[in-house]
Structure formats: C-alpha cells, structure tokens
DNA sequence: GTGAAACATGAACCACTATTCAACTAGGGT
DNA sequence: ACCCTAGTTGAATAGTGGTTCATGTTTCAC
C-alpha cells in the first residue's frame, strides 16, 4: 500500500536532516527495471508483514512470499533484516510528515492550523496503522531512527512556534518543551483515536485538543 | 532495583481495575521462604535485563545469571518469558501511579497539582528508566497490558478533570480527550527530558507543561 | 526426627529463522 | 546473435535461546 520510498527517480524534497538517514548503507540499488519493480514488491511486503506481525515475529520468509519473490532475493536488495526495517521507518517518517504539513500550512492562523495539523494526522493514522506500529517500534529495533524521526519533528515545530511568538500569535515560554508537549499529544491522541478506536471524528478531538493548546484548561 | 510485585504479603490496595490483572495465570505463587527470595531474585533480575537489552534481546538464561539461579528455577515460577514480563509491567505500573499519585493530590490546586505530577513523573523516570522502557514496550509484547495501564491512568485522570470542572476550577470539554492528550504529553516529556537528556531541571519543564496546560499558548 | 511437598539444578532438546551460496536465468548494450 | 552483468532461486547452514525433565536437595508441618 505505501507509495514511496523513492525506489524509482522522482525529485526528492532535499532535507538538511541529522548525520544521514539516506540511502547510505543496507539498501543496495537496482540497476534494472525488474531490479526495481522486485525492491518494490519486497518493501511493500515488509511494510504489510512488519504492521501486522511486529519486527521480532515478522519472518523474512513471509514477507518474501507476500512479495512472491525467494528467500535469496531479498538478501540482493538488503543486507539485512534491520536493515529493511530501518529503511521503511526512514521512509514512512517522510510519508507522514508530507501528508500533514499541508494541512497546516493551508491554514489561516495558528489555531486552526494545530486543529488541521491533529485532524490530518488522525486520519492519517486510520488509514496507515502499519506505519504507525512500525515507526513506534523503532524505539525498540532502531533507536536512532526513531530519535531522528522524532527530533526532527520538535524541532520543525519549535522552529514554527518561535516564529509565531515573533508575529504576536503566542506567548513566551520555551518552545522546544512545547513542542515535545504537543507532539505526544498529538501521538497518543493518534493511538487512542486513531488506531484503537475509531468512533469519535478527527475533527471532534482535533477540535477539543487544538482548544487545549490554544487556551488550556482554564475557565473563561 | 523496584521494590514490589507484593511477593510477600503486605495488603495491596483494592484494583477494581479491567478483567483482572492479578495473580490470575502466569506467575505461580512460593509456598515457602525461600521460594520468596528467589521469585524477588528472578523479578529483579528479569527488570534489569529487559531494561538493558529489551525484550526480545533479554534471555531467560541471562535472567538467570543475573539472579544467581540455575534456568530451570525460572520455570518454578513463571510458566514463560511473556509471563514474567507481563508481571513486571503489570506491578511497574502499579508502582509508577503510586509514586506520582501523592505528588498531585499534595498540590493546593489545580495547576500546582499538574506541575508537581509532571515533575513527580519525570524526576521517577530518570530514575527508572528500565521501567519506562518496559512499559512502552510492552505495547508490543502484551499489547492488553499496555491498554490497560494507559486505560487506567486516562480514566482516572479524566474523573478528576471532571470533579474539577464541577468545582469550577476548568472549563467544560470532552475529558477523556483531555485527559489523553495531556497523558501523551507527560509521556513524550518524560521521554525527552527525563530518559533522553537531563539537562533541564524536571521542575523546570513541569512548568512550561504546567502553563500550558493551565492557559495554552494564547498570548495574553 | 521424619517424610512429603516444595524447590533447585543444568544439560539436553527442539523448533525456529536469519543468512549464505552455488547454480541458474533474464536483459540490454554492442 | 552474443556476452556479461544483474538478478533469481531455494535448499542447506548455523546459531540461537526458550523450554523440558529426571535427578537431587531443602524446607517445614506434624
């Protein structure tokens, strides 16, 4: 089901990012059409069998055979079971983010963009709970690809928070906590209204959380 | 390190809690003094190595060692690797509620009472950091029990948010969003400044968090 | 003191699966 | 057409580590 991981060439978003989550080692490049289409199929693959089974009981032979490729081709295109994962959680940190800034940026003001923001994650999460679990596990498999994930997000965020508190929007405080603050809200509302329950709409907890950040808890 | 799991028998407060938590299955209970101390060796030990190396990388022969017990007695005590860690995060969370709990109930009001839980979480964090780890990964080892940690935690909180707005002291919204959101966010704090890095003051970061909960990010 | 139940021991078992490899096939450049 | 490289195959390997079990020792109620 994901789209990406840029097997083919499409112009990628440059991202200044940390150290190198790039394609430097674990994932070798087809050279060939069919290289590529197989590198695909494998990755979906991994995608579905990591989602639904969690790295430890996910099995290499499984997610070759929902590839329909042998056990050996795998091993052509990644050096290793880590390495997979960790391209996929590199991959789906990109994917999530892309879908959500959008949202945000289209916004008029900052209230409604955090609203927008909670909203368009939410929904996110409902239609890609695999990528949910695998990006979480990563704290677990891939510390450091979770850390970047993360890191990269709050600080993405902090950076837009100063710049509202330069336009008069919010007030003072440090925007690094804020950010984290915000960012695991937005996370385990994901998990509780995204991926363990679906009743309630996206936009009626998004509008109750961007309340919560936008004027706390205090009475009018 | 942790202290409890009430192997012996002092009388545990009253968990009306989901299903049953308990002693139900998993952990067979000693009859006799010695059969005391090794159970607290092997839960001890068993801490400690899924603290450090995780689940999957934790061995039961290590367990073990650690103990100072042949691997055989394991199974005296816990009829599987699941077993024992289902225990663990099951008496961890216990022990996590019980040491913010008075923090919060201490505080003159509201707010004072969120700051002084925040700090309370992240100063008990730097301080177990195995027990955090183990607690979030169990989300992916016993997933039920991960539930019902964060259930049990949301539903309290969201009580008292409600108990709260009677009095008056907040305004009116869906506290069962709140109450997720705000858990979320002590969660990533936690994460962030508690197990991450310790450079800012947990007192420090409550307040920040404390404000935001308390007044948002309105300019005033 | 005694005996039965509780507990301890650790080598052996066994199932499982990531990874390797040597033989084979397809593809595209010339 | 041809050849060389990229890619494919799946059985064999190899290491791991959770679990079992038959045997021995300790505890404690009576």
Redesign the pocket.
């Known amino acids: 089901m994901p789209k990406s991981l840029n097997v083919a060439g499409k112009p990628q978003p440059p991202y200044p990012a940390l150290p190198a989550a790039g394609a430097s080692s674990g994932s070798?490049?087809?050279?060939?059409?069919?290289?590529?289409?197989?590198?695909r199929a494998i990755l979906d693959a991994a995608a579905e069998e990591f989602g639904a089974a969690g790295y430890?009981?996910?099995?290499?032979?499984?997610?070759?055979q929902r590839a329909?490729?042998?056990?050996?081709?795998?091993?052509?295109?990644?050096?290793?079971?880590?390495?997979v994962f960790r391209a996929l959680v590199a991959d789906m940190s990109r994917q999530m983010r892309e879908h959500v800034a959008p949202h945000i940026l289209a916004a008029p003001d900052r209230l409604a963009g955090e609203r927008a923001g909670i909203a368009a994650f939410i929904g996110f999460v409902r239609h890609h709970k695999a990528m949910y679990r695998i990006i979480d596990e990563s704290a677990f498999v891939a510390e450091d690809a979770y850390r970047r994930h993360y890191v990269e997000i709050a600080e993405g965020y902090a950076h837009s928070l100063t710049q509202a508190f330069g336009g008069g929007e919010i007030s003072d405080g440090d925007m690094m906590v804020r950010a984290w603050a915000i960012m695991g809200m937005n996370v385990f509302l994901g998990l509780r209204f995204g991926v363990w329950d679906e009743s309630m709409s996206p936009d009626a907890v998004a509008e109750v959380a961007a309340r919560l950040i936008g004027e706390g808890l205090r009475p009018r």
Request: aromatic letters at 14%; charged letters at 25%; glycine letters at 10%.
């Open positions: 070798k490049v087809p050279r060939t059409a069919r290289g590529q289409r197989t590198l430890y009981e996910a099995g290499i032979t499984r997610i070759c329909g490729v042998a056990t050996g081709s795998f091993y052509t295109y990644f050096e290793s079971k880590e390495a």
